[in-house]
């Protein structure tokens, strides 16, 4: 097989492949159909998401500085807003903002 053979397949086997990736997720959650998988996913994703980006901001914060108060305020306001709106993209933007404006000080 020579180089263009191989680009073609290549790229046909990419389409293919991003097209069904595409198509699945409407076979599998037609309209009309209750799934409790889907439930699930779209029940724990956005605490799950918080998790994560609450992991990445403390896993390289160094303790014995001052990054320790303005990264606690930070996420006092992204918890308090959490409990208080229950939005969690309201919540991420706001401890972010108020993050990134400490930092910028």
Known sequence: ???LEYLIVVIIVMALSTYFTRLIPFILFSPGR?????NYVAKSTPPMVMMI????????????????VYTSIALA???GIQVYKRNALLSIV??????MFFVQI
């Open 1 to 3: 097989m020579n180089e």
């Open 34 to 38: 209750e799934s409790s998988l889907l």
């Open 53 to 68: 980006l609450v992991i990445y901001m403390l896993r390289d914060m160094n303790y014995y500085s001052f990054e320790l």
């Open 77 to 79: 306001v992204t918890i």
């Open 94 to 99: 706001a401890g972010t903002a108020v993050y």
